[in-house]
């Protein structure tokens, strides 16, 4: 396919040259339309040759139309050093979507060979200090939308509870999943109140991600893990991300990493904090997976991951 958004092709130039090898050209590029995610926005990935000093050698980029955030967010985080994919865009300061050039993460990964106890710690280890790294910042960060009520409670009035009810009057559903019924019913009815206290809570607020689904953290190369897809970025408690991604029997290596890089949350509140953001990030998430079931009884496994996170 040939790739015809406008200034495209001179972003991936740019893009190679300031990442690869400033003497690069590129050569020939062969695109293809990627399946997107919730946003449906335009993404591509680009095969190109590449070459530089007279070798050839083939490359892979993505391009995405990406919102302001998303672009602010990626650039400051590349510059930290954090596990983001490199990444280029024309423009910074537009808030209306905008082409970024971004290094294809996983396109030589082999999923199938991963070794899952390793990159937990690396994806530990990364989370914590994009979160350690951009605390603190509220002034110069205030271009970051906040977390509030009304965005909470659009998220599970709003969206999941309709899904829910669908699913509820489903025969198959309630013979599978009766037993969670009655107390996801009571979590929901809190859930909005008892967030409040976590979100507001400034001394756990920094820099959070906010959708780290599993399509937004990627196996770079079998070794390393890199965070993408910033969209949705916000800055709010970093409880709105780590229970996404960390388990109970995993949170507790998160907070000594975030302890030795200087930031100590206290106790008494953590494991509260943590459960509520549970509760809530189930519920959020749940949503898609409860359309997926219905349709594909064969999705089930995904569908309970997010019910469990809101029975605990
Ligand atoms: N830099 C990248 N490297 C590899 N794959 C990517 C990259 N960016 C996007 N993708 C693929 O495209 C999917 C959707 O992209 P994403 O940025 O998450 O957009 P959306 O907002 O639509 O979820 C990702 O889940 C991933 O499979
Ligand atoms: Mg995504």
Not at 250 to 275: K, M, N
Request: hydrophobic share 40%; charged share 25%.
């Amino acid at each position: 396919m040939r790739f015809e958004i406008g200034g495209g092709m001179d972003l991936i130039e740019e893009t190679v040259r300031q990442f690869l090898s400033d003497k690069a050209k590129v050569l020939d590029i062969e695109s293809t339309r990627l399946h997107s995610g919730y946003q449906a926005v335009d993404l591509f990935r680009h095969r190109i040759l590449v070459e530089s000093e007279g070798r050839q050698e083939y490359s892979s980029v993505i391009t995405k139309m990406a919102n302001g955030i998303e672009r602010r967010v990626m650039n400051r985080l590349l510059d930290q050093g954090a596990n983001v994919p490199f990444n280029r865009a024309g423009n910074l300061d537009s808030d209306h979507r905008v082409l970024l050039c971004i290094q294809d993460v996983d396109y030589k990964t082999n999923y199938q060979n991963l070794d899952i106890g390793m990159l937990q710690h690396k994806e530990i280890q990364a989370l914590a200090y994009i979160h350690n790294h951009n605390r603190g910042l509220q002034e110069e960060l205030s271009w970051l939308p906040r977390v509030s009520r009304t965005y909470i409670e659009t998220i599970i009035h709003g969206v999941w509870r309709p899904a829910w009810e669908e699913a509820k009057h489903n025969e198959r559903f309630v013979e599978t999943f009766g037993t969670y019924m009655s107390e996801i019913d009571a979590v929901s009815g809190k859930i909005v109140d008892e967030l409040e206290a976590v979100w507001k809570d400034e001394t756990t607020h920094t820099l959070i991600h906010n959708d780290l689904n599993p399509g937004n953290v990627l196996v770079h190369n079998n070794d390393d893990v890199m965070f993408i897809d910033w969209e949705e970025a916000r800055y709010g408690s970093l409880f709105l991300d780590i229970p996404m991604r960390f388990d109970r029997s995993q949170v507790g290596e998160y907070r000594e990493v975030l302890a030795s890089l200087g930031w100590v949350l206290p106790a008494d509140t953590f494991g509260q904090s943590y459960r509520a953001a549970s509760w809530y990030l189930g519920l959020r998430y749940m949503t898609w997976s409860l359309g997926a079931w219905l349709r594909d009884p064969g999705t089930e496994a995904g569908l309970r991951r997010f019910l469990d996170m809101v029975v605990v």
